[in-house]
Each structure stands twice: as C-alpha cells, then as structure tokens.
C-alpha cells in the first residue's frame, strides 16, 4: 500500500533552516509528481511545492518563492523541502503529497505531516 | 493566480439532510482542449491529513461513498452530502489545479444540527 512519511520537523529560530524529508513506499515514486502541502495550526490548507515526476521543474507559491527548494531523490524515493530563511509564519504542519500524475494535479495520498514551529 | 473562495464557511446540517458547499473560482478552470474541470474536492477530519474525494469536478475517488457528488463548470462548483451521516462531520476543501500556483479553499467546516 501506498505509504509516506515525512520527518525532518522541529523547533527552529527565525532565519534558520530546516530540510524535510519524506520516505515513499508502495508504487513506483519515479512515475509520480509529489508535492509539500502546509497547515498553520487551526488554519486551512496552502499548497508550497511540487516536482513533476522527472524533476524537470519545479514549481512555488510565492509565499516561499527564493526560500525553499524542493528536490527528489528517486534512487531513495525520497521527496526533500529545503526550508531557507524561516519566518514564524512559516510554522505548520508540513504534509507530504502524491500527485495523481505526472504532472501537477491533485493528491491521491498524503502523509500524516511533520510539524515545524519557528520561534525564538 | 487563481483564487478559490468557499461558501459558507461553516455548515449544520441534521442527520439524513443534504448538505451543500460551494466553491468559486477567480477565473475559469475549464481546459477547452479536452473539456475538463481542473477541480478537486477533499475532506479533512480532525487530526488526520486530508482524503481525496473528488477529481475533475465530479469524478469520485475510488472507495469514496456515493452519498458525495460534485458539480459545476467554469468557475462555480458544488459538493452534495446526500444523507448526512455522523461520519461527514469534517473540513472540506476545494482545490483548483488548472494552473500553478496550485491553490485551495478557505476550507468549510461541516457540522450536526
């Protein structure tokens, strides 16, 4: 069965950074999009970042637009976020998503999220 | 950027009444080439991440109950509880992704009366 996990989350001081890692199992990582989903808490959800299948883009809200990265390792079916720059609104819950494609589009499965809280 | 805004933002229904959310969106995301709504619908418990419901407006995932319907083209959707059942009580959110930014609702939260 399809399975994500992500982990990497923490307490970390305003601009610090932090890099989160999220583990795929259960199909074929390198066939599929993948994508990091964020929930302030009590808040709703914000899309942050994708990869298409092959990498050969990568896409950004413009909330971190020059402060994270997002980077797969298919040899290790593992999805990363480079989290540069950290503000405290960056505080969230920080889901790891499946594309249902190739290609960015909507997410068939999620992780159960890794909390990062930016705080002095 | 395409923006989403939901309506209303909370919702009681009674148990076995229908329950509607609405979602509109800023500008189109119906791609004329192949006549398809870039529209997704999910439901969020509490302490669970989100569960994919809906695709294309009104595709259903697999396993998801019939009891959920979606509908709308263009820019104004809706998701349709059936026969509310205890079970529906959640957040749902709508998403567009006909183009990125990707983005999603403000979120509904759904409640018994």
């Known amino acids: 069965q399809v399975q994500l996990v992500e982990s990497g989350g923490g307490v970390v001081q305003p601009g610090r950074s932090l890099r989160l890692s999220c583990v795929a199992s259960g199909f074929i990582f390198n066939s599929y999009a993948m994508h990091w989903v964020r929930q302030a808490p009590g808040k709703g959800l914000e899309w942050v970042a994708a990869t298409p299948y092959d990498g050969s883009n990568k896409y950004y809200a413009d909330s971190v637009k020059g402060r994270f990265t997002i980077s797969r390792d298919d040899s290790k079916n593992t999805l990363y976020l480079q989290m540069n720059s950290l503000r405290a609104d960056d505080t969230a819950l920080y889901y790891c998503?499946?594309?249902?494609?190739?290609?960015?589009?909507?997410?068939?499965?999620w992780g159960q999220g890794t909390l990062v809280t930016v705080s002095s | 950027d395409i923006v989403m805004t939901q309506s209303p933002d909370s919702l009681a229904v009674s148990l076995g009444e229908r329950a509607t959310i609405n979602c509109k969106s800023s500008?189109?995301?119906?791609?004329?080439?192949?006549?398809?709504?870039?529209l997704a619908w999910y439901q969020q418990k509490p302490g669970q991440p989100p569960k994919l419901l809906i695709s294309w407006a009104s595709t259903r995932e697999s396993g998801v109950t019939d009891r959920f319907s979606g509908s709308g083209s263009g820019t104004d959707f809706t998701l349709t509880i059936s026969s509310l059942q205890a079970e529906d009580v959640a957040v749902y959110y709508c998403q567009q992704y006909y183009s990125t930014p990707l983005s999603f609702g403000q979120g509904t939260k759904l409640e018994i009366k």
């Open positions: 500008q189109s995301v119906l791609y004329s080439s192949n006549n398809k709504n870039y």
């Open positions: 998503a499946r594309d249902r494609g190739a290609r960015p589009a909507s997410f068939d499965y």
